[in-house]
């Protein structure tokens, strides 16, 4: 059973930094991409960043140029940078696992920008 796992959400002031991690255990074969969303109350879940098993990276235009996507020396970490965060940025943020069968979601985790 896949499972994601994810971390370092919180309340940071405007034009902060944080770093968002996703660790994923079980039994992962045939990766596809690792990806972040984000969702807020009442609007649809939208996609932040994404890393293909190739390493391509694809970014939100919201957070091109801010936001960092890379995966950490095990392989099986995934990370989001976020810099100079704004108001706007507040939300749930999931972390994604897409194999060639299914999609797999973590619990989500806050992050609000707030001054």
């Known amino acids: 059973q896949v499972q994601l796992v994810e971390s370092g959400g919180g309340l940071v002031q405007p034009g902060k930094s944080l770093r968002l991690s996703c660790a994923a255990s079980g039994g992962i074969f045939s990766i596809v991409a690792r990806g972040w969303y984000r969702q807020v109350p009442g609007k649809q879940r939208e996609l932040v960043a994404v890393?293909?098993?190739?390493?391509?990276?694809n970014y939100a235009d919201s957070v091109k140029g801010r936001f960092t996507i890379y995966r950490g020396n095990a392989q099986n970490t995934v990370y989001l940078q976020m810099n100079s965060l704004k108001p706007e940025d507040t939300a749930v943020y999931y972390c994604?696992?897409?194999?060639?069968?299914?999609?797999?979601w973590g619990q989500g985790t806050q992050v609000t920008v707030s001054s």
């Open positions: 994604n696992l897409r194999t060639t069968r299914s999609d797999y």
């Open positions: 890393i293909t098993s190739g390493s391509t990276t």
